[in-house]
């Protein structure tokens, strides 16, 4: 079983729409949880932290469930420049997991 | 933000070359560094944890006698690929951070295409 697993997608949404979507991970003692943001060949790049109570920055909010062992991201009223590969990150004992990612798409 | 700098960003060789990688911090000094490997559509993986000054810490299944690396300062670790394949084709990204739990910072990656 996958560390970190993630729905690929891809998600196709217009500007403006509101997407979400979800990882699994398999530790549960992991400690700490990211978002990074992924472009085209590029390095990953730290989007948010995630934290128990939920948090949000900007158009983008997420959640954590420690007893389900998931992490969530939404992004809302979706702008072109979102279209990314979103990677759900697990720290566990200061060794990142890494999920394959899920792949947005957001079109005019 | 910490600025990583990777050389070289793009890189084709023969099968059966070595290839050497340079991991830089820029603007600060790096006690640890990671070596991630990423396939397409995959997810990065952590191939191993070099501590300046120590030998790095493989992942299981990375061999070790074939992804070397030397972590001689705390600016600069080198990963090289020893005998590369076509297989070993992939992007390499390196991070660094000021101890192994501080937040790490990534290279912007090499990809590497062995023929």
């Known amino acids: 079983r996958k560390e970190v697993e993630q729905d690929p997608g891809p998600f196709n949404v217009p500007e403006g729409a509101t997407v979400a979507f979800n990882c699994t991970y398999s530790?549960?003692?992991?400690?700490?949880f990211f978002w990074y943001r992924q472009d085209c060949r590029k390095e990953p790049k730290l989007l948010m932290s995630?934290?128990?109570s939920g948090n949000e920055d900007g158009r983008f909010t997420a959640q954590l469930n420690r007893a389900s062992q998931y992490i969530s991201l939404l992004i809302r009223d979706s702008k072109l420049s979102d279209s990314a590969t979103y990677l759900c990150v697990v720290n566990d004992d200061y060794k990142l997991s890494f999920g394959a990612g899920t792949t947005v798409t957001v079109r005019a | 933000g910490a600025v990583v700098s990777q050389h070289p960003s793009r890189v084709i060789c023969k099968s059966g070359t070595s290839v050497k990688i340079e991991c830089r911090s820029l603007d600060f000094q790096a006690t640890t560094m990671f070596w991630y490997r990423q396939f397409p559509k995959q997810s990065l993986m952590l191939m191993a944890t070099s501590n300046e000054g120590s030998k790095a810490t493989y992942e299981q299944g990375v061999e070790k006698d074939k992804f070397l690396i030397n972590h001689a300062s705390l600016t600069l670790s080198t990963l090289t690929v020893t005998s590369a394949h076509p297989e070993d084709s992939s992007f390499y990204i390196c991070?660094?951070?000021?101890?192994?739990?501080?937040?790490?910072?990534f290279g912007p990656g090499t990809r590497l295409l062995v023929l």
């Open positions: 991070s660094a951070s000021l101890t192994r739990k501080e937040t790490q910072y």
């Open positions: 530790n549960s003692a992991s400690q700490s």
């Open positions: 995630v934290y128990s």
